[in-house]
């Protein structure tokens, strides 16, 4: 019998077959120093876009998905897109927030397109968005965090075991976004000094994050059984490669599945969690604004809210009301 693996977290960077599609994202997106997520989302919304207005003039079920090319799309005009927002509402499958991302990728694309020379106007300009509102991250409690990091799985090796427990006490600790975390090198981690170094994360701003003594012990564990490769990242995958960041949200659900939270599995809830517990506990917003990289403390203030509301169900739950 051959060896057995362990669990396979990796996947490839998403490349549309549209070649349309792949030239707006490596002639646009790319220099604008846009994350593979993010490439992935508009070549996604694009392809859907595409497939909806191949679908329409073949005479074929808006609902079937033809594969690329799509040629129609760089001509697309404002009744098209009106023509597949209309279809997006009937089909009742996409809120509206995934409605309005999409739209917004059409204009973005379209941008595209006017300021290199091959349309002169932009047919999602004057797209009407659905108004949505903006919802409460969802947040751990304590409680469900310990019980996180209380989870075996069984058949991972030595290094794939410290591996995940530095991401997760990374996130724990520090709060950072997922491409910030897959996009630390070495030389960005200072286990002695206990702090990290986010060159360029979102909105291109470098920051430096203090992390507990927990987690710089979980990265040196980790760094003691680290490959020797060639490539500078801090979390290394297969083959001479830095570590997606679609491993590290398939690592961070299946710890938070395991754990019984289904709900709001991913990477950002870590982020949503220590700053909502740190507010709870008193944290200035100035602090907070530093910390998760924030323009400004109008974005950080919808923690506030948060630790609110929790102090709310929190009072409904115990108050002894019914006692009396």
Avoid at 268 to 277: I, Q
């Amino acid at each position: 019998m051959g060896k057995k693996r362990g669990p396979i977290y990796e996947t490839p960077e998403f490349v549309s077959a549209d070649p349309e599609i792949v030239r707006f994202a490596e002639q646009y997106l790319a220099i604008r120093g846009t994350t593979p997520r993010t490439r992935e989302a508009y070549q996604r919304d694009l392809e859907h876009f595409g497939a909806f207005l191949k679908a329409r003039a073949d005479g074929t079920s808006l609902d079937e998905k033809p594969p690329p090319p799509y040629d129609a799309l760089a001509g697309a005009q404002y009744a098209d897109i009106l023509a597949y927002q209309t279809h997006l509402a009937r089909s009742r499958r996409y809120a509206p927030r995934s409605m309005r991302r999409k739209i917004a990728t059409l204009r973005t694309f379209y941008k595209y397109l006017r300021h290199s020379g091959r349309r002169d106007d932009n047919p999602a300009a004057d797209a009407i968005l659905p108004k949505i509102g903006r919802p409460l991250p969802k947040a751990m409690r304590g409680d469900e965090v310990a019980k996180v990091f209380t989870v075996r799985l069984a058949g991972l090796s030595e290094l794939q075991r410290r591996r995940d427990q530095a991401i997760l006490q990374a996130l724990w600790s520090c709060g950072v976004r997922r491409a910030e975390l897959v996009g630390l090198d070495l030389n960005d981690v200072d286990l002695d000094g206990r702090q990290l170094r986010v060159i360029k994360g979102k909105g291109n701003k470098d920051r430096y994050v203090p992390m507990t003594p927990e987690a710089a012990q979980a990265l040196r564990d980790y760094l003691d059984v680290r490959p020797r490769v060639t490539v500078p990242a801090f979390f290394v995958g297969r083959g001479d490669r830095r570590l997606s960041a679609a491993a590290v949200y398939k690592i961070v659900r299946t710890y938070m599945t395991m754990a019984g939270i289904t709900e709001y599995a991913s990477p950002h809830t870590w982020r949503h969690t220590v700053a909502t517990l740190m507010r709870e506990r008193g944290a200035d917003l100035l602090f907070l604004k530093e910390f998760l990289g924030h323009e400004s403390t109008a974005t950080t203030e919808i923690y506030t809210k948060l630790a609110r509301e929790r102090l709310r169900t929190e009072f409904d739950k115990f108050h002894p009301r019914d006692d009396v």
